[in-house]
């Protein structure tokens, strides 16, 4: 079982003026505590709830994966994950692109349908209706993984049309960066894992086993090997999580078959208590 940093919260001790330091800092230390991952939400606010209002502190996710690939050295960068409506799938394929090839082969591409309405209507983002969000969330895997495949062919969908996919460089991760589908929906999103996507990201809950075993269906029908694509996972945190509850929790969902939980807390305002926390399972869970 993996571990991964997935960082939900940028309210921090100090405030914006540390935040830069604070980041690089928390990276690294991550790196150095076992971490093999390190991911951002691809959101402008904060999403309310236990994460903080909408007021909270957010950055914009690519800008951010950029500047942990200067932070780091090992780690796999992607978010968890980009809203196919907040970009155009060319111009998102190569914004994954020119992260792999700056970071040394080290960028993903994860992915979703999106859902945070009050966030794009706050901002002037337009947001479809959830058929069209999949839709184009379909044309988006299409359009990016002809653009990895060096295939410079006009692409013509219902939303999107191209008249040439050039991608030069071409990603350093070969076939393509690594591609992750959020969301754990029966029909729509689990069907589009088993055909296009490296892994799925399924929230920790009662419903995971049910919803792997769905995978599993969708697989079959495609004709793919399950056990091809990755299952990974969130876990949140807070001020009392302890090494003990931690581990188990993630235990947990190892047994029903998930490799990889990506860690997030919620309201910690000193990021090295988090790291604290990493370093003490990674061991456990190896």
Known sequence: MELGLHIADFTWTGGAPVLGPALARYARDAEAAGVTRITVMDHFWQLGGDLGPYEHEMLEAYTTLGFLAAHTERALLHTLVTGVVYHEPAVLAKKVTTLDVLSGGRAGLGVGAAWNADESKGLGIR???VKERFERLEETLRICLQMWSGDED?????????DRTLNSPQSLSRPHPYLLIGGSGEKKTL???ARYADACNIFAGPEAARKLDVLKEHCAAVGRDYEDVEKTTTLAVGRDTTPDDLTARTQAMAELGFTTAYVYSQQIREPA????LLAAVVPRIA
């Open 273 to 276: 208590r988090v790291v604290d």
């Open 191 to 193: 069907r589009l894992v």
């Open 154 to 162: 006009p692409y013509t969908g219902t939303h999107h049309t191209l």
């Open 127 to 129: 947001f479809p209706e």
